[in-house]
């Protein structure tokens, strides 16, 4: 059964750093991996999509770049911003068994202090 | 522009009711899903459809159904509630390659009291 961490569980940083977020998951079988961002009682919105093929997408001042036979994935925020502030989310979609579905990990809930 | 909806936002229900949150998109995607978040659980997948007339169970599947009887529609129908229904339910789309992109609806808050 594929089983997605995400580490650190929370993290705080100031405003304009760089920063890492972790995402790990055990089955390499994997079609794609997905980092969505979420808002208190809002719901999931999706940041990049990286195919198994990939080794990193972009988007503005984020990047994610996927390790897929080390099970690894990470995403990097240039120049935070207070309103990155928010939990991530990254979720992976198994190549075994039922395709088409995500596993998600717990998320890193990061607050940027202005 | 394409969406996702979820209805109601907030529901609160009494134990053995029956309860239906909807889910419709407008991306004519061929996958839908139901998750539920859980504080220390993440996001768990409920039911799952590939089309229409398809469904499949997922990881916490007792209590709950699902019908698919379009494309641009989910129910999920929580047949008789219990206090361990209480969540925040998420329904999601994709279409049917394995490389794309999941869309969320906003989020259903569901209390069973």
């Known amino acids: 059964k594929q089983e997605v961490t995400q580490i650190p569980a929370a993290l705080s940083v100031p405003e304009g750093e760089n920063l890492v977020l972790n995402c790990s998951f055990t089955?390499?079988?994997?079609?794609?991996l997905q980092w969505f961002r979420q808002d208190p009682g809002k719901g999931l919105t999706s940041l990049l999509l990286?195919?198994?093929?990939?080794r990193e997408q972009t988007s503005g001042r984020l990047n994610a770049s996927l390790d897929k036979s080390s099970g690894r994935s990470t995403l990097y925020i240039a120049a935070s911003q207070p309103g990155d502030s928010a939990t991530y989310l990254c979720a992976v979609m198994g190549a075994r068994g039922s395709a088409r579905q995500l596993t998600f990990g717990s998320g890193t809930q990061l607050t940027v202090l202005p | 522009d394409a969406e996702i909806t979820q209805s109601p936002r907030h529901k609160i229900t009494e134990t053995g009711r029956q309860v239906t949150l909807a889910c419709h998109q407008t991306?004519?995607?061929?996958?839908m899903f139901w998750y539920r978040q859980d504080l220390g659980h993440g996001l768990r997948l409920i039911h799952y459809s590939y089309g229409v007339q398809d469904t499949n169970k997922g990881e916490v599947s007792d209590g709950y159904s699902v019908s698919r009887s379009n494309t641009e529609d989910l129910p999920l129908t929580l047949e008789s509630a219990a206090s361990s229904q209480t969540s925040v339910y998420f329904c999601a789309s994709s279409d049917g390659d394995t490389n794309t992109e999941a869309f969320f609806g906003q989020g259903t808050r569901l209390t069973v009291v």
């Open positions: 089955d390499s079988a994997i079609y794609n």
């Open positions: 990286i195919q198994s093929s990939q």
């Open positions: 991306w004519n995607h061929n996958n």
